[in-house]
């Protein structure tokens, strides 16, 4: 099994919510990561969680909190966000750092209104 | 600053002929390079990959070719198929002593298979 999936695949919500974005792989990677990706531009790296640890923040405001609670699940625990932060959302993961492939989920759309 | 980057952000193929995607970097610590594939409403898919102590590499359909004198790296695709239609963007993980978790893309390159 060499999948990345995440769920929900569309989002919508208001400025006042709060929703959580969900990500699993079974490959048994100790790295996991969370992207944000606007139209038409690369993925732009968020947060990075090694064997289950925050190692990673991007500068990410906090209305993005990210959670590992275990070495399979990866969660985007989103609150109060603004209508800048709709974009494409997309989880992957890796065998560990270096020289190891990160292979991404298919992404959750969000739109904030 | 130091970043990964595309010489073209489109190019248009004719069905049948190889694609050459290009790709440049600053960062001569660099030390592993990744192509990935990303279709319209998908995630991206790894294609293939090469570690700086090679300067070629092949898949399936798929050449890498990597020159660390001038920082370049392409992508060549064999008898391209309307089913290669998509963004390409190369990454580079900043070499040793650079934080290995995180991947720098480049702007990506837009292909689209004329059949």
């Known amino acids: 099994d060499t999948e990345v999936t995440q769920t929900p695949k569309h989002l919508v919500m208001g400025m006042t919510n709060k929703k959580s974005l969900k990500c699993e792989q079974h490959m048994g990677h100790r790295a996991m990561y969370w992207y944000k990706q606007k139209a038409k531009k690369p993925p732009e790296l968020m947060f990075v969680y090694s064997y289950e640890k925050l190692s990673i923040n991007e500068s990410v405001p906090s209305r993005f909190s990210p959670e590992c609670p275990n070495s399979s699940l990866l969660n985007l625990h989103l609150h109060a966000l603004q209508p800048e932060d709709s974009a494409l959302y997309l989880c992957?993961?890796?065998?560990?750092?270096?020289?190891?492939?990160?292979?991404f989920g298919p992404g959750t759309r969000l739109t904030v209104t | 600053g130091e970043s990964v980057g595309l010489h073209l952000p489109t190019l248009s193929v004719q069905e049948g002929d190889n694609s050459i995607i290009n790709c440049a970097y600053s960062?001569?610590?660099?030390?592993?390079f990744i192509w990935y594939k990303q279709e319209s409403g998908k995630g991206p898919q790894f294609i293939i990959d090469i570690r700086s102590n090679m300067d070629k590499r092949q898949g399936q359909r798929v050449t890498v070719l990597l020159n660390k004198t001038v920082k370049h790296l392409s992508l060549q695709i064999a008898a391209t198929q309307p089913g290669d239609s998509a963004v390409y963007f190369c990454?580079?993980?900043?070499?040793?002593?650079?934080?290995?978790?995180?991947?720098?893309f480049g702007a990506g390159t837009t292909v689209t298979v004329r059949a």
């Open positions: 992957a993961s890796s065998h560990g750092t270096g020289f190891y492939e990160q292979y």
């Open positions: 960062n001569s610590a660099s030390d592993y």
């Open positions: 990454a580079e993980n900043g070499g040793e002593g650079s934080n290995d978790y995180k991947l720098s």
